[in-house]
């Protein structure tokens, strides 16, 4: 591939082309992340948050042009598109504040004790380092907030590393804009080009040969599971392996106790409707399957309060228009999971057929907990606006279904707010499967805070124990050396790198 | 393989055979390892520091009987091993004192903020959850401390995880003796057998099958590279693929300026001679690699002080005797790899050979940084009593050396008292390679303490930003999990998992 085209996603139209990079420019751009690492790495808190700033000033400031491409490659829509940035601007700054209040240089500091070995011990200093420069793959559904100066630029470059991106094939215009307003930034500031690099093209000449690039000290990526699976692949068996942190594909569960969806079962079916729905479906935390369970509880009648609840869901489901997919690629994916849902034996409730190149019409589908856990091909992602309904004949087979989903980076339980045997099964299955557990709402709308865990156990992340939203972010990107014995004037650093 | 044979260390005596675990005893050890972890990750940290104290007195209370067969199997002699179960046992009871003190239950707060995204937020609590069973592999050279109830066993008992324990086949017998006081410990205190698993046996039928099996959750390791490297990658390419915390080989260089060696040579001579030859080289950290600098300070003729400096290590080392080698295997494997560095064109300052069967003799070797750079045989590990001096012409040269090394456990520098560019950027080399860098001393003796990083960049582990050693160990067997808008009951327990 030598050129990289830009569709209009909602026509197909073709919006522009540009030339793929070349082996040569990516060995460059690699080269100028690693020269930029040296001052980089040692930057000062204050130093690192004005670049931080300077970029959400930056977007912010050329908002109204950033959005309407994002708009033509997306087909998002002003308003997701606009609260995109907002998010994407608030995390800028909340990784310049972590860096200013000095998060990134946290150390602990262990006095030497006399006395011999194993209770004695010298002086020892265990500082934060920055990994080195950061391969980054941008997603497809997060045009700005996961691509080339989102969450895990702003994380990387608060921990000290330089980003080389990877701008996603489906918004190459939108990745060259954005790339070209912090370019201004870095230049305002007085700070080396090479600290955001940015790469258009795909396959082993761009994306596998920059995570296999002797520079390239850790990989970031957000997108399929079959993709990032390649890629950790490549960072694994580089002669000198790196840290490859890849947030995956997940199917969220949303498990609805009965007496919850007696008690509040239409509230839920609207929610739950704009949730599979929203943005045409394509989030990573999409609630692609719901968990139902027919015998629970002695005084109510599970099995019909269930089926209303479905009969509910459908109605809601049949009249939601969802805009176009983010590229035709993954229109064709969508048509192509719903048939292997069909192929599996899954009723389907709802699979109204939109024509090729039309948006896609939302799909509800419907399995036993039996079918579900024994074929694979019910278990995958359906990345759209597609729900299946998995009917469970008692608790523990809800359990067994979430040990066959394995890893997902949401588990959400609804009607869980008093303690009983039964919560406190589902609650556990949920924590050992899922890097976040929601209690009320939809696991749409991922916020970053402190607390925020958007990594779960495989197939949702390579590295279950990380976060790529949320202030822990940042910490991929360190790690930790002990100073032993240290003379004064590097002690009195205090964490800061040289 | 269908049985594990234990020899003598010194004489190569037959001291007993076991019969290798088949397949099926593996799954049993991975289903009893499973079958605990239900009770086990939410037990109290009272709960988890009485079995860690339990086990540390019961090493002790057996002290006599463990250490003469310790001593049998590896040849270390009495006083490293009384020395090595002191450490054993003060590891699992710090580890006792974390759990009780409820480090593994730490957890973010983070309420709800009103108002719209990115701002606003519902409430959120970030707890860690144990990982499930681990596969621990043992290592050779320290049958105690990194072994059956070593510092992987503590740390992951402390956080949560059962342990699966595959023997180093060097030490089998006592392996199994170690498990028996374990499994007594476990019997007195009504916790179930399966929380600290032993198999015996190597190759795929045991060790691969452990690191592949379905319950398996993470896999701990010390060794070699090569051996290192391999479970690694079967960790990677399981259908779900799981960490694998590998504490790899490392080369651990000692950089010593001249204006340090002209100061105190004689003292650092003889420091550094015993390191090298300790526990007959054994050690991961043993200072493989001496980089001297021939031309750093006008007023010194550096070239003469480093040579005197090599000249008088020579005649340290010539007259030590270390002790018989941990295997016959290993034995082997050091006379290849000094063979390596002849071939490789090193200059062999000190190279008696030792007949085969006996305890080696010290080496040292000497090379130019550029034949060092340009020879990755030179840069190879050699597991044992030898080391080479590695000449340099300059601090860029020093610095071009360290790179090349890529990753080690350690780096020392001798000299960097005062701040200079030149230490400053032999500092920062160091810590660009390594997880900890000592400023005087030797790299051997690895402190058990809450700033020890034991663990650097590849080859020295397969998870640079993890360590195997002190407090954080137990990081490593702990993931997050976000709560959002969790109920009360829930929240009350405030970290402690359900």
Not at 293 to 305: C, E, H, M, S, T
Request: hydrophobic content about 45%; overall charge negative; some cysteine.
């Amino acid at each position: 591939m030598t050129s990289v085209v830009s569709y209009d996603a909602r026509t197909g139209q073709v919006l522009g082309e540009l030339t793929a990079h070349t082996p040569a420019k990516v060995d460059a751009a690699c080269e100028a992340a690693a020269a930029a690492f040296g001052p980089w790495q040692s930057a000062a808190g204050t130093t690192r948050a004005a670049l931080l700033r300077g970029l959400a000033d930056a977007l912010e400031a050329d908002r109204e042009a950033v959005v309407a491409l994002a708009d033509q490659e997306s087909a998002l829509g002003p308003v997701r598109l606009n609260g995109e940035l907002d998010r994407t601007a608030f995390q800028l700054r909340r990784f310049a504040t972590l860096a200013e209040a000095g998060a990134p240089f946290a150390y602990t500091d262990d006095p030497a004790v006399a006395g011999p070995p194993p209770a004695g011990h010298p002086a020892m200093q265990r500082w934060a380092v920055p990994l080195g420069p950061v391969a980054m793959f941008s997603a497809s559904n997060f045009p700005l907030a996961f691509s080339v100066l989102g969450g895990d630029t702003a994380s990387a470059l608060a921990a000290g590393c330089p980003v080389v991106v990877k701008a996603h094939s489906g918004h190459p215009l939108l990745s060259a804009k954005v790339h070209g307003l912090a370019q201004q930034v870095l230049a305002a500031q007085g700070l080396p080009a090479g600290l955001i690099g940015l790469l258009q093209g795909g396959g082993r000449d761009v994306g596998v040969r920059l995570v296999r690039h002797p520079r390239i000290a850790a990989g970031a990526f957000t997108g399929s599971t079959q993709g990032g699976a390649a890629l950790a692949a490549e960072a694994a068996n580089r002669p000198r392996p790196i840290p490859f942190y890849g947030e995956l594909g997940s199917v969220n569960p949303v498990i609805a106790l009965p007496a919850k969806l007696a008690a509040d079962g239409a509230a839920l079916v609207t929610t739950l409707a704009g949730s599979i729905t929203l943005g045409c479906g394509q989030f990573c935390t999409n609630p692609g399957v719901i968990v139902l369970i027919d015998q629970l509880q002695p005084g109510l009648d599970a099995k019909a309060v269930n089926d209303a609840f479905v009969a509910q869901l459908t109605e809601a489901l049949r009249p939601q228009t969802p805009h176009a997919m983010l590229t035709r690629h993954m229109r064709a994916a969508f048509d192509g999971g719903i048939a292997h849902w069909r192929e599996a034996g899954a009723e389907l409730l709802l699979a109204e057929t939109a024509p090729e190149g039309q948006p896609p019409k939302p799909v509800l589908a419907q399995v036993s907990a039996l079918e579900f856990i024994a074929k694979h091909a019910l278990r995958e992602e359906v990345f759209g606006p597609a729900s299946i309904v998995v009917r469970c004949a008692s608790v523990d087979q809800a359990l067994q279904l979430l040990d066959a989903i394995g890893g997902s980076l949401t588990v959400t339980v609804w009607g869980a707010e008093q303690a009983s045997d039964e919560a406190q099964a589902l609650v556990r299955g949920a924590m050992a499967i899922a890097g976040r557990v929601l209690f009320s709402g939809v696991p749409t709308g991922v916020a970053v805070t402190a607390a925020q865990q958007h990594g779960g156990p495989w197939p949702s992340s390579t590295r279950p124990e990380t976060t790529s939203v949320g202030d822990a972010a940042m910490q991929r990107f360190l790690r930790a050396v002990c100073l032993q014995d240290a003379p004064a004037w590097l002690t009195q650093r205090a964490g800061r790198p040289l």
